[in-house]
């Protein structure tokens, strides 16, 4: 209203101050000069109406294509006056190219998120006070993150990390880019090589740091499983070697007319080459299982079925030296998961190998749903009443080639890799081994899996 009055004084003011002076002036009659003062009134007043309705619609456009980003759906108000007219013209044209640069704006924004989500390594972008902002999909899956924009468990350890926080530490004060390489420790030991790239200016989010991580696990894992491969492999190798070059010379030399020694010789070297054939097959499995110990496996595995089967194929070599398997499996269903079906198999087989080969009278086999800390698993034991282990040894039976009685073992044709090959499978599934062992009563070995 105060607007209204004010915008009418503007239009008529000079019009009426002169009807109104000349009235007092007596130079213009008082009824033509009421009349004249009435008529000018009335026009200002509808004059200043059109104005300010005008004015009233062209801010609220304005303020509106200020305002809004996504498309723009309100329409411009009709013009009443000329110059009001043209202005809202040109306001149209201007919101028309800031709706499109604002659609431009979205577009680019979504693909490049897109870009950075998809990309196959871990990547972060880090606030000023190094807070988490961003993580793309390889980095959740790699730290474990449910949510975004929360420094939590691994990735945490990796901020925390000396060589990662000095690294952070320098491109924020050079403002240069840092590449570093670090090892991080966890359940499944991490080998990354870190690129950080300072923003400046800072990205829209704020963000100051951007990290994109290459995992050189697998191919740190590659590369020493090729050096051990040769150390171990010819270390284990000699022995039968050595004992088959022994027989080859006696062969042609001493016993070249002693048939029955000659057959007694060809015996044990077929007992060599097969320890060696066995030998190679596990070492094999063994880099196999290495080198996909850092990929979680997927699927699910039917625990009970392939216990089953693993002591259904079993049976014979139980039968034959004489010991009682004993299955103690419940009705329910066991699901291991994510679980390799094959690899559990395997790691059931070679604990079901040791336990016959250790026992006196029985070995047990017992299953069931179980927990461990706050994780829901299930796990299978396998209890025999061998000779047991001595204590000090326990720590060490994972270890590749390690045997409790070295000369008895090895001449029973076994390579000691037996439970290193189970505990590489059990970290792939992210599971658990358990021994115990008390000498003179039994061993008994227990695998916990994730699952349900
Ligand atoms: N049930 C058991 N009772 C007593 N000792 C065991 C038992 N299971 C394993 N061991 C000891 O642990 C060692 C390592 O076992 P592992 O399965 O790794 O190798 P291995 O059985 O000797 O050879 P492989 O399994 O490769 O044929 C064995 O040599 C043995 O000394
Ligand atoms: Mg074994």
């Known amino acids: 209203m105060r607007r209204l009055l004010f915008t009418t004084a503007l239009v008529g ?86 709706q499109a640069r604002a659609a431009l704006v979205v577009q ?37 993150l449910t949510g975004e924009g929360q420094a939590r468990g691994d990735v945490g350890a990796l901020l925390r990390h000396p060589v990662m926080a000095a690294a952070l530490d320098r491109a924020l004060a050079d403002g240069t880019p840092q590449a570093v390489e670090l090892v991080l420790p966890g359940s499944v030991t991490r080998e990354l090589s ?5 923003m400046q200016p800072p990205l829209a ?24 491969f040769v150390a171990n492999a010819s270390h284990e190798l000699r022995t039968p070697l050595a004992s088959l070059i022994g027989f080859i010379e006696t062969l042609r030399g001493p016993a070249r007319d002693d048939p029955p020694a000659q057959e007694r010789f060809l015996g044990i070297m077929t007992e060599q080459s097969e320890r060696m054939r ?58 291991a998961s994510p679980a390799d079906a094959d690899q559990l198999a395997q790691v059931a087989r070679n604990l079901m190998d040791n336990a016959l080969r250790h026992a006196v009278h029985e070995v047990r086999l017992e299953a069931g749903p179980a927990k461990n800390g706050a994780r829901q698993g299930v796990a299978f034991t396998l209890r025999d009443d061998g000779p047991g282990i001595p204590k000090e040894h326990i720590p060490r039976l ?8 070295k000369g008895r073992a090895r001449g029973a044709g076994n390579t000691g890799l037996g439970l290193a090959i189970v505990k590489h499978i059990l970290t792939r599934h992210r599971g658990q081994l358990t021994i115990e062992s008390e000498i003179g009563v039994g061993s008994t070995f227990r695998v916990w899996v994730p699952g349900g």
């Open 13 to 98: 003011g000079a019009p009426i101050i002169t009807l109104t002076s000349l009235m007092i002036l007596g130079e213009l009659k008082k009824g033509v000069g009421f009349v004249a003062l009435g008529i000018c009134i009335s026009f200002a007043i509808g004059l200043a109406w059109f104005w300010l309705s005008g004015v009233v619609r062209l801010s609220a456009a304005l303020r509106r294509a200020a305002d809004e980003e996504g498309p723009f759906s309100a329409p411009l108000p009709i013009p009443r006056l000329p110059a009001i007219g043209e202005i809202e013209k040109g306001l149209a044209r201007l919101t028309r190219s800031l």
């Open 108 to 144: 680019l924004r979504a693909s490049d998120g897109a870009i950075v989500e998809s990309l196959p390594d871990p990547l972060l972008v880090l606030a000023p006070d190094r807070a988490l902002l961003r993580a793309n999909r390889a980095a959740r899956r790699v730290f474990n």
């Open 194 to 198: 870190a690129q950080i790239q300072p």
């Open 205 to 228: 989010d704020g963000g100051k740091l951007v990290i994109l991580l290459t995992d050189r696990t697998a191919a740190r894992a590659v590369e020493r499983m090729r050096v051990d």
């Open 278 to 335: 066995r030998l190679i097959d596990d070492l094999l499995g063994l880099s196999r299982v290495e080198i996909t110990e850092h990929q979680p496996p997927e699927g699910d595995a039917d625990l009970l079925a392939l216990l089953y089967a693993e002591a259904a194929a079993m049976e014979p070599l139980f039968a034959a030296r004489g010991v009682r398997l004993v299955l103690d499996l419940p009705e329910a269903v066991l699901t």
């Open 398 to 405: 994972t270890e590749r080639f390690y045997r409790v009685d």
